[in-house]
């Protein structure tokens, strides 16, 4: 099986017209098939002696969520004040920046959803009243169980401060909100919370910004935060369907991140048959990392009807550009790839970015390190694409 190269990898197949495939269609073989891997390759060295450093390879003990949260919300607040403080490598990052804390009820129970509204000081683009050129709706990651709005802080100020999003007006730099969801997580809500807290923050950043022709809104998510991101992009779809309007008029691209897409660690039942054979990681233990493990559920799919690769074919024949990085030393890698295969086969264009050699999101728990600053680099080229750039 091929291995996958640290390139960019298109999409080369002639797009499926919409409502043309089935879930039964085989794919047909594509730069993205050069991509599946039956075994990871060799980690990279860098990371290796980063484990050594840190002593990680030595077992942990695993808290229980409840047990795990605060800590994990000290530990996130801490390492990104570290990174953006004075004479740290990203302390741009701090300056020219309006953090704005906002709420959205819930349609589930009125209940006030946190949302961060991240703009640049001197722009006179507000959350209120103006509309930017771009909004970003960022879903952090933690497995559904852990994790705040301002967990992954550094990506979103990284976003804000250094995206070259595509300009309506040479020479003219486009204006942009950032906007991160602070979605109820489990145990204490059930996961179909989570995905309705993300689904009525997008609903009122579009509301906030209803017309598609001066504000395109992109979705970034990593990790679970990926499947959330994925999951809102297919409503913003449904949305479009029952307005009777295009479908790319709520979502205009979408950025995953090490994206979890099936629940493949209960079993090939949970995998659209076409994408079995190509699915590997979640079964293979050589993929588990220091990082990343066995993802354990109570009950299949966390309860939830159905899980984004698992989407009918007509839904995600309607979804704007995808892109979508993963890493190759990771249980979840096949959930992104497959997702890419599955969108790339229903005629999405999408984008696949494969960072050899690395375990699952590294650059949240050491984004000091050069490639962590790369990946995050990529990431905003590809959030640049997804917004309709070259």
């Known amino acids: 099986m091929a291995q996958p190269t640290g390139s960019m990898a ?5 797009p499926v017209a919409a ?3 089935s879930a039964s269609t085989t794919p047909a073989k594509t730069a993205i098939d050069g991509l599946f891997l039956a075994d990871p390759p060799p980690m990279d060295p860098e990371w290796v ?3 050594k450093d840190q002593n990680l390879p030595n077992p942990r003990p695993v808290l229980p969520p409840l047990q795990r949260q605060p800590l994990y919300v000290i530990e996130c607040r801490e390492l990104n004040t570290s990174m953006i403080a004075p004479g740290a490598r990203d302390h741009h990052l701090a300056e020219g920046i309006d953090v704005q804390p906002l709420r959205v009820p819930s349609t589930l129970d009125g209940y006030g959803i946190p949302l961060l509204a991240y703009s640049l000081t001197q722009d006179e683009t507000s959350t209120a009243g103006h509309h930017p050129d771009y909004v970003v709706l960022y879903i952090h990651g933690g497995g559904l169980h852990i994790g705040e709005a301002d967990s992954e802080e550094l990506p979103c100020r990284r976003i804000l401060k250094d995206a070259r999003l595509p300009s309506k007006v040479d020479g003219q730099t486009p204006s942009l909100v950032v906007y991160s969801v602070g979605y109820r997580i489990m145990p204490q809500h ?10 009525d923050a997008y609903r009122y950043v579009r509301a906030a910004h209803p017309d598609p022709s001066a504000t395109k809104l992109l979705v970034v998510g990593s990790s679970s935060g990926g ?7 297919q409503e913003a779809a449904r ?5 009777s309007s295009s479908a790319q008029l709520g979502v205009q691209g979408v950025v995953l991140r090490c994206p979890v897409t099936s629940d493949a660690f209960n079993g090939e039942d949970y995998i659209p048959a076409p994408l079995r054979p190509l699915h590997t990681s979640a079964a293979n233990p050589k993929f588990a990392t220091t990082l990343l493990g066995r993802m354990n559920r109570l009950v299949p799919r966390d309860g939830l009807p159905y899980m984004p690769l698992e989407a009918p074919v007509e839904l995600l024949a309607v979804q704007p550009r995808h892109w979508i990085q993963v890493c190759t ?4 890698y096949s959930d992104g790839v497959c997702y890419a295969k599955a969108l790339e086969t229903a005629g999405a264009e999408v984008r696949v970015d494969p960072v050899v050699g690395w375990p699952h999101t590294f650059w949240l728990k050491a984004p000091w390190m050069d490639r962590a600053l790369e990946a995050d680099r990529a990431m905003l080229r590809g959030l640049a694409w997804v917004a309709g750039g070259p």
């Open 19 to 21: 409502g043309k495939a």
């Open 227 to 233: 499947e959330l991101a994925a999951f809102v992009g």
């Open 49 to 51: 002696q980063h484990e």
């Open 239 to 243: 949305d479009a369907a029952r307005a």
């Open 10 to 14: 298109p999409a080369a197949a002639a």
């Open 329 to 332: 030393n990771d249980m979840l």
């Open 190 to 199: 059930p996961a179909s919370t989570c995905v309705s807290d993300c689904i």
